[in-house]
Structure formats: C-alpha cells, structure tokens
T-cell receptor
Framework: SQTIHQWPATLVQPVGSPLSLECTVE??????LYWYRQAAGRGLQLLFY??????ISSEVPQNLSASRPQDRQFILSSKKLLLSDSGFYLC????????????????FGPGTRLTVT | EDQVTQSPEALRLQEGESSSLNCSYT??????LFWYRQDPGKGPEFLFT???AGEEKEKERLKATLTKKESFLHITAPKPEDSATYLC????????????FGQGTELSVKP
C-alpha cells in the first residue's frame, strides 16, 4: 500500500530564516506530487505541483520554491521566511489513470505546521 | 472559470440528527468530484469519488450523491466522531491532476 510522509510535523522559525520541508511517498512509482498551504480557515491553496523529476509548476508567485530531486521526493523551500508564510503545509500525491474512467484522486500527508515568529 | 462552493460553512447537529452538506461546482467537463474528511491538525482523508450524475456512494453513516451541478453529502444519524471539516474538490482539465477545493463545511455533532 502507498504511504506518504512529511517532516517535520511542527516547526517554529524566525522571520528571515530559511525553510526546508520534505515529503516522500512509498509504494508507488512516478506519482504526481503537490504542495498545498492551508491558512486560517479551511481553504487549501495549491502552491506547486510536479508531474516528474525536475518538473515543477508554480501556481502562486511568492516567497517559496519547490524541487523534486527524486521520483518520490518533493521539497518545499524558502531562502527567507516571512510572517505570512505561517500555515499548515500539506503534501499530496496522485497517480493519474487516464483510461476509460480517468482517476484524479489525491492522497494527503499528515502536514507540517509552520509558525514564523 | 472553474469554481467549487460549499455550504453551509459550519453546521451544528445533535447526535442522531440527520442533515446534508452541499457542494456546487462549475467546471468545463466534470472528471470526477471528490469528498474528503479533515480532522483538526491532520491532512484530508479521501472519502469518495463520484463521476456522473445519479451516482451514489456510501460509507457507514455517509452517503454522497451527484447531480449535474452539485453534490450532497448526507449524514444519517451522526455521532460525535463524525465531527470534522468536509471538503469537496474537482479536477481541472489538462493541468497535471490539479484539484480545485471548496472552502469546506465544519461539522460539529454534539452528544
């Protein structure tokens, strides 16, 4: 079965410090990978998605970047954190099945709670 | 523009009081509608996929239905452990499996 891991679970960082959040998926090959942020309230904002190694699509221009150095590894980074970067960061994976009935379900990791002080 | 709207934002029920959550969508060609459950401080948990109008899916006290414009998540005789935020989402065509999420409905079931 497939498993998705995120770490760290919680993080408190000062403004201006760097950031690195990691996500790894087990039990599947060539997944699509996604980074979301969930701020106060319940909306999920898609930040980046990747359909393969080294392929990153950015949804929202901001202080963050993403990289995919390996098939099942997705990293979210920042060189200098802002207060507005605080939030709950979620990684998700999917394996698109574009057969007769296409499948687009995404499966989420446990999340990282980031507080920028 | 593709859009997903959920209502109500919050719903408070007494244990055993059945109700429904609504998810309205506007997309250019539906390729599935997904329901998730999210507990506080955790990632969303996948519940159902619906593909075509008239389709229904059930899991314990939850039943999801789909029409051409909206989906309903019916909760029958809820229990306190059903308290969570329920999210619906639809995929955007030809964008790497990108999903558009609604803002969610926060359900609270009191004993």
């Amino acid at each position: 079965s497939q498993t998705i891991h995120q770490w760290p679970a919680t993080l408190v960082q000062p403004v201006g410090s760097p950031l690195s959040l990691e996500c790894t998926v087990e039990g599947t090959s060539n997944p699509n990978l996604y980074w979301y942020r969930q701020a106060a309230g319940r909306g999920l904002q898609l930040l980046f998605y990747s359909v393969g190694i080294g392929q990153i699509s950015s949804e929202v221009p901001q202080n963050l970047s993403a990289s995919r150095p390996q098939d099942r590894q997705f990293i979210l980074s920042s060189k200098k954190l802002l207060l507005s970067d605080s939030g709950f960061y979620l990684c998700a994976w999917s394996v698109l099945n574009l057969g007769r009935r296409a499948s687009y379900e995404q499966y989420f990791g446990p999340g990282t709670r980031l507080t920028v002080t | 523009e593709d859009q997903v709207t959920q209502s109500p934002e919050a719903l408070r029920l007494q244990e055993g009081e059945s109700s429904s959550l609504n998810c309205s969508y506007t997309v250019s060609g539906l390729r599935g509608l997904f329901w998730y459950r999210q507990d506080p401080g955790k990632g969303p948990e996948f519940l159902f996929t619906l593909y075509s109008a008239g389709e229904e899916k059930e899991k314990e006290r939850l039943k999801a239905t789909l029409t051409k414009k909206e989906s309903f998540l019916h909760i029958t005789a809820p229990k306190p452990e059903d308290s969570a935020t329920y999210l619906c989402a639809v995929p955007v065509y030809n964008q790497g499996g990108k999903l558009i999420f609604g803002q969610g409905t926060e359900l609270s079931v009191k004993p």
